[in-house]
């Protein structure tokens, strides 16, 4: 990669021909100066600007500017007619006339010319490394060229008392569509209409000549309510014709976008196409399994898998339309879940807390309330099947018990539900002491023992412990196992012959492509007194000594489990911490608490609490409280313990911790003492090990300043609160070894806040979040203080930027906000640095994806799970056919089939090719400060992750601090994130390692 240099008088020059415009400078989107002829950029000459090149680096910095033998060569200035008087505005983004968008569409979105690179012409393709023949989960499908008809289909039920009639029920839209294509058949002669089961519908040719809109009338069978008879009002009104040729046009583009507006349409265009695929496709799988998302689940029958807790496993898979770089693609991946078991009400509240008794069941109410909220369950008391749903609301799940429940008949005195059910239905209640059940709108209270889970319902909320550690045993197959199970389920599931498909001329294989990728050259790893090559993405720590180990003579222990000879655990961490450069003093104290087991959680978390705030009172100046935790839950549950110690020590205390379970304190092994030796020489500033850099393609970015920044956003768990914030986090960072980080966090109420500060025309669902960091121009200025202060007063003049956790249709969004804060927080140097402006690369990191690799030649394949060798990388075939994208398996797979992480360049001013970036990120992997493995995505994106999650461990939220952002003012949000800021963040310390 040629050697980035820097450009006097605020000038710089963009990859020449990219056809990607460029803005710079602004702080504002209105006066945004930009070029779509030339991909570069300019800004009115500022004579007072001193050339950026000239500001030298000392000796003490972390990084050195010029390396022996290696002139620095600036960049050459942008020709002098380039000025903001010749620049174009960007055209004004026009909406979409008729057909509804995608949910991820980003139309409404403020016009910029903010938008992914194409590929670069030259070196494009990753050609660096050992090809490996691979096959991937993906199946042709051939499109036809040919115009669908969209109609918008509005169900009304006029029987309603309210103003809005309108229905919306997938089950209730679903039949009374089935029950109109059956009656008024007629009416649609020859053709097969495709219903998505909520709003749109599809057919191959215009229904009714020029008619736009037709009103149909449907009487229906409800067998969710005893097969009673119900009448809706159907509306059919076209709204667009679809044209399956923009597919194939979007796949096949060559030619790169001039506009950010020219790239959103032709997304717009493509993505509604494969939509309109997508409901053709998932005819057939919908009528035959359980339909959640885009995932089919087969029924299992009388003895489904146990997951516990009240939940079965199915297994299934997942389906969906991709496009590749030349043709279109059928992407299958297995799939598992968690389902409710359709047991009576009384033993599925028993299963679900593990009791005996139903009364001992109610002693966890409030876990049944959160897991039953929003189920359905049926009744057969009166004679026929009803279908119910459980209140939405947690708190409104249980009502009185059937003998406290008293009524007054429409004839007759007083009664309550228990003797009504004797009188009316012939039912003994057993458990007439134990609450009703509430259902419905109206909060209809049922007897618990006359209700029955129905069958196939997708477990809501996030898996406990226990469940996500049983489907993990479970679906964890070997990657030759799952590519079987793959294609049998290809097999099965792609109809060849389906008449629907060949109805609109769809044709499907079943045969997975094969492609071939490339194993990535190993990065060098370097600890003090030598260097190692990993294998299989990992090394250990036999004879090897830290790059800089740390003292540690101010610290002591917290026993919560009771060891006996705590002797034996000191004596091993100072041997091995000693073997690997640390130097650890006896601890200043060895302390037993002792937590009354008789007191309820609360109390027991406030003993623990005062038990480290003596200890910290005692020992000034405390480096490290090391933690015996227990394997059981005491004195409190396992996770409640460990986020409880976070929280007492991150945001109280300010003091770093280290928790060891009990399991390593019984049976003490020098690995696992290398491991937390490890993490708390982390954890106090020193560096374990570095990644050999020199000989990369990536080399030449490490001979100026130059800042890794990752960032990731947390959001509460299924079952919260709308106004529980989501925690954004960012971490950058400050040497040139990659090995110290400065950590930021902020809390953002709402999507609102940040949907309307980028204009978004797009309606907001209630509770839906949005993955912008709404605070990230301050965060951003922050990790840039944190820069500066440890180099010296020197600021990175590359900036290389990992983003988690946003999807396709959010890149424009990334690009539009938090780009342009980016460039908002360089500017506030600006006094100090005058026309400062770094070089900025920003990529996306995916891996909430379905696609697999398997190896063609079993003797490519690693591990006992037959996996894909470490450092894989497919960007071919399976990529994007225009922008600069690809997909590399970093890791060695342990368990299961490893799932590799798609990366996605949104801006790139720092000209990488294929080769230098893939290269990069790869040897990112290996700078994980906490283990001696290469991890699945770079490193700052890790510690953006571990950052956001023990803030939301230290922020405990409760409804008192929920209560106080519902108002929506910034002062409280600002409050807050003082409030709930972890106080090592402010120490610099990477307390997260």
């Known amino acids: 990669m040629a050697e980035r240099g820097r450009r006097s008088r605020g000038k710089r020059r963009g990859r020449g021909g990219q056809g990607q415009s460029q803005e710079r400078g602004s702080t504002s989107g209105d006066s945004e100066k930009v070029t779509a002829q030339t991909g570069s950029l300019s800004l009115e000459d500022d004579p007072t600007t001193p050339a950026s090149s000239s500001s030298s680096l000392t000796a003490e910095s972390p990084f050195d500017p010029t390396p022996p033998g290696v002139p620095f060569v600036p960049e050459p200035e942008l020709p002098s007619g380039a000025t903001a008087s010749s620049i174009a505005t960007p055209p004004v983004l026009t909406p979409a006339v008729i057909p509804p968008l995608p949910s991820t569409s980003t139309q409404g979105i403020k016009p910029s010319n903010f938008f992914p690179p194409p590929r670069p012409k030259e070196g494009g393709y990753g050609s660096r490394g050992r090809e490996i023949p691979l096959r991937l989960n993906f199946f042709p ?22 103003e809005d009639k309108s229905v919306t029920q997938k089950y209730v839209c679903q039949s009374v569509m089935t029950a109109l294509l059956k009656k008024f058949q007629s009416d649609f002669p020859g053709e097969k209409p495709v219903y998505d089961r909520q709003a749109t519908l599809y057919t191959k040719k215009p229904l009714w000549g020029d008619t736009s809109t037709r009103v149909f009338k449907v009487d229906w069978l409800d067998s969710e309510n005893g097969d009673r008879k119900r009448l809706h009002r159907v509306v059919f009104t076209k709204v667009a014709t679809i044209d399956l040729s923009s597919i194939q046009e979007f796949i096949s583009r060559t030619k790169p976008y001039k506009t950010a507006v020219d790239r959103q349409e032709d997304f717009d265009r493509g993505r509604t196409a494969i939509q309109a695929i997508e409901v053709i496709m998932r005819q057939l799988p919908q009528s035959k399994h359980v339909t959640v998302g885009r995932s089919f689940y087969f029924d299992p029958g009388q003895n489904p898998p146990n997951l516990g807790e009240g939940c079965d496993i199915w297994e299934g898979y997942f389906q969906s339309l991709r496009p590749g770089q030349w043709k279109p693609f059928i992407n299958i991946d297995t799939s598992v879940s968690g389902m409710m078991k359709d047991l009576n009400l009384i033993d599925f509240i028993c299963d679900a807390v593990g009791a005996q008794d139903p009364r001992d069941a109610m002693r966890k109410k409030m876990v049944l309330q959160r897991m039953l909220c929003n189920l359905k369950i049926a009744t057969r008391h009166g004679g026929f099947r009803r279908v119910y ?14 003998s406290q429940l008293k009524f007054k008949l429409e004839e007759g005195p007083e009664t309550n539900a228990e003797k009504y059910f004797m009188q009316k239905y012939k039912i003994r209640l057993e458990y007439p002491d134990l609450p009703c059940i509430t259902v419905g709108s109206k909060g209809t209270a049922l007897p618990m023992e006359v209700c029955t889970i129905v069958k196939g319902q997708h477990k809501l909320g996030k898996l406990t412990g226990d469940q996500t550690a049983n489907m993990i045993r479970y679906a964890a197959k070997p990657a030759f196992e799952k590519e079987k199970v793959i294609q049998q389920i290809a097999n099965r599931e792609i109809v060849l012959n389906d008449p629907l498909l060949a109805h609109y001329g769809i044709k499907p294989s079943n045969k997975m492509i094969e492609v071939n990728g490339r194993i990535l050259d190993i990065p060098t790893i370097i600890y003090s007194n030598k260097t190692i090559n990993p294998r299989d993405g990992s090394w250990n720590l036999i004879d090897v000594v830290f790059s800089v180990g740390k003292t540690m003579d101010n610290w002591g222990i917290l026993d919560f489990v009771g060891i006996r000879d705590v002797g034996q655990f000191i004596r091993e961490v100072q041997s091995v911490g000693g073997n690997s450069g640390m130097r650890i003093n006896e601890p200043r104290f060895v302390e037993n608490p002792r937590i009354n087991s008789r007191d309820d959680d609360y109390k027991k978390k406030e003993q623990i609490r005062q038990e480290f705030k003596r ?48 399991k390593n304190l019984f049976k003490i092994n020098k690995s696992t003492i290398a491991n937390i030796c490890l993490k708390m020489n982390a954890k106090l500033g020193g560096i374990n090990h570095v990644v050999e850099m020199s000989r990369s393609p990536s080399a030449e970015l490490f001979k100026r300043p130059i800042m890794f920044i990752g960032a990731d956003v947390n959001h509460p768990g299924p079952g919260t609160d709308e106004y529980t914030p989501s925690i954004a986090a960012m971490v950058g960072s400050i040497d040139s070894k990659l090995a110290k980080y400065v950590s930021c966090v902020r809390f953002q109420k709402h999507s609102r806040s940040i949907a309307d500060k980028i204009k978004s025309d797009q309606p907001l669902k209630r509770k839906e979040r949005l993955e912008m960091i709404d605070k990230f121009e301050d965060m951003a200025y922050e990790v840039l203080q944190g820069f500066r202060q440890f180099c010296k007063g020197h600021l990175p003049e590359r900036i290389i930027y990992y983003r988690d956790g946003v999807s396709e249709g959010q890149f424009i969004q990334v690009l539009d906000w938090e780009l342009k804060a980016l460039r908002r927080a360089a500017q506030r140097f600006h006094d100090e640095k005058p026309g400062y402006e770094p070089a900025i690369t920003l990529v996306c990191v995916q891996k909430r994806h379905h696609l697999r690799m398997f190896c063609s030649d079993r003797r490519d394949q690693v591990g006992k799970g037959g996996n894909v060798p470490p450092g894989t990388c497919v960007d071919k075939e399976v990529t994007h056919n225009l922008e600069f994208d690809f997909f590399l398996c970093s890791h060695f797979g342990l368990q299961g089939t490893s799932r590799p992480t798609h990366y996605h360049v949104l801006w790139d001013e720092n000209n990488f090719d294929a080769n230098s970036l893939q290269a990069l990120t790869y040897q990112l992997c290996h700078t994980y400060a906490r283990c001696t493995k290469a991890v699945s995505i770079p490193a700052p994106v890790y510690y953006a992750h571990w950052v956001a999650k023990r803030a939301a461990m230290s922020a405990n939220f409760r409804d008192d601090d929920t209560s106080s952002v519902s108002s929506g003012s910034s002062g409280d949000l600002e409050k807050w994130d003082l409030m709930r800021k972890p106080m090592l963040i402010e120490k610099g310390l990477m307390y997260w390692a």
Do not use: W
């Open 141 to 162: 499908i051939v499109i036809p060229n040919v115009k669908l008809h969209m109609y918008h289909i509005d169900v009304f039920n006029d029987t309603l008392k309210s």
């Open 615 to 662: 200890v910290h009172k005692n020992y000034p100046g405390l480096q490290m409280i090391v933690v015996f935790i227990n394997g059981k839950p005491f004195p409190i549950e396992n996770k409640d313990m460990y986020g409880h110690i976070k929280t007492i020590c991150d945001s109280e205390l300010g003091v770093n911790s280290q928790c060891v379970k009990d």
């Open 389 to 402: 749903k459980i209140n939405n609301s947690a708190r409104k799940v249980f009502g009185q018990p059937p």
